[in-house]
């Protein structure tokens, strides 16, 4: 085989084989297949797409390029969550101890953030001592004895992804349907859960920009799964604006807290209980949708989720104490009102840009080598749709100096765009693909 022959047969509209996708991914992870034809075969698929049988053996080569997970000394049903990304995105740190208090282990292999989206594992070192890096024994032993863990990535998984996601980045290849659905399902194969629950964000702030193309993807994703022999399903979620109102690594985790404390009523909830719900019925946990609602529900009232919570937090070295009393977690020194220049009512607030001004202050990496300070960020008091009165607060800027937050301050404003008319919101859970 040669590759240039499969870049001709792509750029001409040609269906590749299972066995020459793998032939590429293997030349491709071990540097036979140079990084200039792998970038002309991404752009190749950019333009001709691939059919579900491509991207199935696309995803499965992708797959065995490295190591698994396996979850099988584990007992019971284990499920993994999945966003395609979001700011102000904690929906891990209330949904994985809700589900485990309702009898379902979540596995869950998590990242540090990079740019304007933060990184659940930079959110949890919030709490003092507490560890991500858990060797893979202890990590199981985690799962099955409390019911969840979050742990950094230790084995090689997807190999090929690492390269080819990192060689898109640069070729302007990111938003191709089967590159998307294949980069990350190998990811969640690759973890080794029975039940996958993916969360499709739509909207300004997200990959597919559309409803139209957030279905499609949903749809591809769940598809693909299937094929792979597991239960998925695909919620669709609105990202025109921030997920809850804290962006920022501890303020997050504080409004975490206070929605397992049953504090919190909004998007970051409804958010929790649909995933949750979807993972306790595939799971088999539960008979139907609303028994499963319920459970969760009951899980929050009683405080069986938080209790969870605090286990997971204990059993990763951090200090439970600050699940229970939060002010014991890191707090910036300066705090800023931001007014609003004029009154009307929310029409958006641009997630990415709320994203830069946490990274602004010091809250995301510019680089792989920053260090993060966990302190700072930004609380919204406002949301889409809200009615805002001239000099009322749009957030509180949280920041290390007095001048930092002057300059968030501004950016924070910028973000806004404030109707004059009543602005209807678009449901934020736009529909759930099985
Ligand atoms: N997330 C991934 O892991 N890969 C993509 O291609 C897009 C989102």
């Known amino acids: 085989m040669r590759m240039t022959d499969l870049i001709q047969k792509k750029r001409d509209g040609g269906v590749l084989t299972a066995q020459e996708i793998r032939w590429m991914i293997e030349g491709y992870t071990k540097g036979d297949v140079p990084d200039y034809q792998m970038s002309a075969m991404a752009m ?10 491509e991207t199935y053996a696309l995803t499965m080569a992708m797959l065995d390029s490295g190591d698994r997970i396996d979850l099988r000394g584990v007992s019971g049903i284990k499920a993994d969550k999945h966003s395609t990304g979001g700011v102000g ?15 379902v282990k979540m596995a869950k292999l998590s990242g540090r953030g990079l740019g ?26 985690q799962v099955d004895e409390v019911g969840f863990a979050i742990a950094g990535q230790t084995a090689e998984l997807c190999p090929a992804d690492k390269k080819l996601y990192a060689l898109r980045d640069v070729t302007a290849t990111v938003a191709s349907m089967p590159l998307i659905v294949s980069s990350i399902l190998c990811k969640k194969l690759a973890a080794g859960a029975d039940v996958i629950v993916l969360d499709v ?21 769940t598809e693909v799964g299937r094929r792979a022999g597991k239960r998925v399903v695909a919620v669709v979620t609105d990202m025109d604006e921030p997920l809850g109102n804290a962006v920022g690594n501890a303020l997050e985790v504080k409004e975490a807290l206070a929605a397992l404390r049953g504090e919190y009523q909004g998007d970051l909830l409804e958010l929790c ?14 008979a139907d949708d609303a028994q499963a609602r319920a459970m969760l529900e009951k899980a929050i009232e009683s405080g069986a989720a938080l209790e969870k919570f605090a286990q997971f937090v204990r059993a ?6 600050a699940v229970y009393d939060p002010a014991l977690l890191p707090e910036a020194p300066v705090k800023l009102e931001v007014p609003a220049a004029a009154g009307g009512y929310v029409g958006r607030i641009h997630a990415e840009s709320v994203g830069l001004v946490s990274m602004h202050l010091g809250g995301g990496r510019a680089t792989k ?27 509180t800027i949280h920041a290390r100096t007095e001048q930092a937050a002057a300059q968030a301050a501004d950016m924070l404003r910028d973000c806004f765009e404030i109707a004059p008319e009543p602005v209807t919101r678009a449901p934020f859970i736009k529909g759930v693909v099985k």
Do not use: N, W
Request: aromatic share 6%; net charge negative; with cysteine.
């Open 44 to 53: 190749a698929i950019y333009f001709q797409g691939m059919d579900i049988e």
């Open 201 to 221: 964000k739509s909207g300004s702030g997200a990959f597919m920009q559309t409803d139209e193309a957030a279905f499609e993807l949903a749809k591809t994703l």
């Open 116 to 141: 304007h989206t933060g990184g659940t594992i930079d959110k949890l070192e919030s709490f003092p001592g507490f560890t991500t890096a858990l060797e893979q024994d202890a990590f199981l032993r």
């Open 369 to 395: 080598e920053d260090t993060v300070d966990l302190a700072v960020g930004v609380v919204l008091h406002k949301k889409v749709g809200d009615p805002v009165a001239p000099g009322e607060s749009l957030g």
């Open 273 to 286: 209980l649909t995933l949750g719900t979807q993972i306790l019925r595939e799971g088999g946990a539960a």
């Open 89 to 103: 995105d904690k929906t891990s740190l209330v949904l994985c101890p809700m589900v485990a208090a309702c009898g």
């Open 316 to 321: 990763q070295g951090g200090d439970p104490a």
